[in-house]
């Protein structure tokens, strides 16, 4: 089991429904992988397009 399971997109209140279906993503990645480390890659590169896109909007 994750750990953590079910707080992780409750923290995304400002996006829920990116943070729910990315919690989905998150989750089936463990389930295949049993490993943390393609979430973490997967977040990391995630929070890097959102930036990214912020900026240049802004």
């Keep these: 089991m994750p ?5 992780g997109g409750s923290i ?4 829920p429904l990116t943070g729910f279906l990315m919690g989905i993503v998150f ?6 992988s049993r490993s ?3 979430s973490i890659i997967v977040h990391i590169l ?3 397009f959102a930036t990214t896109l ?3 909007n802004n």
């Excluded at 750990?3 to 707080?7: D, E, K, L, T, V």
């Excluded at 995304?12 to 996006?15: K, M, Q, S, T, V």
């Design 3 to 7: 750990p953590f399971r079910g707080c």
């Design 12 to 15: 995304h209140f400002y996006y």
């Design 27 to 32: 989750g089936l990645l463990y389930y295949f």
């Design 36 to 38: 943390l480390i393609p």
């Design 46 to 48: 995630w929070n890097l």
């Design 54 to 56: 912020n900026s240049l």
